[in-house]
C-alpha cells in the first residue's frame, strides 16, 4: 500500500466513525492546542505506519505536532524512499504487500 492510500484510507475510515476531522491550522509547534480527538487520531495513524517510518519522523529535527503534520511528513519521507530506490536502480520500490514488513512508509 502506498503511503497516498494509507492516507485515503485513514481518512474514510475517520468518516465512517463519525469521528471530527481536525482543523487545527499549520502554525509553529510551540503554539499548537491538539485537542484530544486529534491526539487519538495521531496516535491511531501512528500505529498503522511501519514502525521504521514512524521512528524516523520521531527522530527528526521537529516532530509534527498535528495529523496533518504527520501525513505530510509520511509522505515525505515515502517520496524520498522512493527517489532513493530509483537513484539505486531498483525499478520495483513498490512493495508487494499491505502487510508491516512490506511497507515504504
Not at 487545527?24 to 521504521?52: C, F, H, M, Q, W
Not at 505536532?65 to 513498490?94: E, F, I, P
Amino acid at each position: 500500500m502506498l503511503v497516498e492510500e494509507l492516507n485515503t484510507e485513514f481518512r474514510l475510515l475517520v468518516g465512517r466513525a463519525e469521528l471530527t476531522w481536525p482543523t487545527t491550522a499549520v502554525i509553529p509547534a510551540a503554539n499548537i492546542v491538539i485537542g484530544s480527538n486529534e491526539t487519538l487520531l495521531i496516535d491511531t495513524y501512528r500505529r498503522a505506519l511501519n514502525p521504521k517510518t514512524c521512528t524516523r519522523i520521531l527522530m527528526g529535527e521537529m516532530t509534527p505536532r498535528s495529523l496533518a503534520g504527520w501525513m505530510a511528513k509520511t509522505v515525505t519521507l515515502d517520496n524520498n524512499w522512493r527517489q532513493t530506490q530509483m537513484m539505486r536502480g531498483d525499478h520495483n520500490s513498490r512493495p508487494s504487500k499491505s502487510s508491516k514488513n512490506g511497507q515504504s512508509y
